[in-house]
């Protein structure tokens, strides 16, 4: 398996780290709200909110990314190392944006989403 392909791992697991960040820092997280955790969340305020966000956040961005990584590995324009570094960059700023939600730094978290966007655009430009 190649690094990209662990970097899609690692990609599908950031969001389930600010879950339970979101869980741990929202304190009350017990079993009973396992019934309907959802509504638990929606309560949220503070970074256990900004943690909930980022969740989604990644959820939605995670997709994305795995297909440019698969669709780059196939086409196989662009060099293994390439695609590789592409997607550990993609990594770092996922992390990075997962850290500035956190910390509700929304101007740079807005720059490295944009920069993450543009990483996974990346990848399809090479593969064209």
């Known amino acids: 398996m190649t690094l990209a392909y662990w970097c ?6 950031l969001p389930y780290v600010a879950s339970i960040t979101a869980k741990a820092v ?18 949220l305020t503070g970074m ?20 440019a990584v698969i669709i780059a590995h196939q086409i196989g324009v662009a060099g293994q190392a390439v695609i ?5 960059a993609f990594i770092v700023s996922r992390v ?17 989403w944009i920069v993450g966007v543009g990483l996974i655009v990346s ?6």
Not at 123 to 128: D, G, K
């Open 8 to 13: 899609v791992l690692i990609a599908i697991i």
């Open 26 to 43: 929202g304190g009350g997280f017990s079993p009973k709200y396992n019934h309907d955790p959802r509504a638990k969340l929606d309560t």
């Open 96 to 112: 990075v944006y997962l850290l500035c939600y956190l910390l509700d730094w929304a101007s740079l978290r807005s720059l490295v």
């Open 84 to 88: 590789d570094q592409i997607a550990v």
């Open 48 to 67: 256990a909110r900004r943690a909930h966000n980022a969740q989604l956040n990644g959820f939605e961005i995670t997709p994305a990314f795995a297909a």
């Open 123 to 128: 990848l399809f430009v090479l593969s064209a």
